[in-house]
């Protein structure tokens, strides 16, 4: 595994922003955490950023439109969507857009693990 990559944690849950970070520096990565999509475009982690732990539904602009909005600003950075939604038509949907992969909560470390991997692999 690549370390002291970083991946970025978008969500306005709290526990996830504080539980995440940990873990995944327990893998190796570099960290940083946002609670919203607006504070991570405002940020300058965006172009170090190689993997996105995206939340899907957020207050103000959602996991989808931030993809959107990279998109448009033709930043490439590797999607990993996580939610609590556990509507499985939702998945397809989140891949066919370019996401690396789409986790329901909650979700195992081996999962994570997976897919912060695969989409390191994509960058």
Do not use: W, Y
């Amino acid at each position: 595994m690549v370390a002291r990559q970083l991946v970025s944690v978008v969500d306005d849950d709290e526990s996830v922003r504080e539980s995440l970070p940990d873990l995944l520096r327990e893998f190796g990565f570099t960290v940083e955490t946002f609670a919203s999509a607006e504070e991570f475009l405002a940020s300058e982690s965006v172009a170090q950023t190689r993997c996105l732990l995206l939340d899907i539904a957020m207050p103000g602009m959602s996991g989808p439109a931030l993809q959107v909005e990279l998109a448009r600003q033709r930043r490439s950075i590797p999607i990993v969507f996580i939610t609590a939604n556990a509507d499985e038509n939702l998945r397809p949907q989140l891949l066919e857009s370019g996401a690396v992969d789409c986790l329901f909560k909650p979700f195992t470390e081996s999962a994570l693990l997976a897919a912060v991997t695969l989409a390191l692999r994509a960058a």
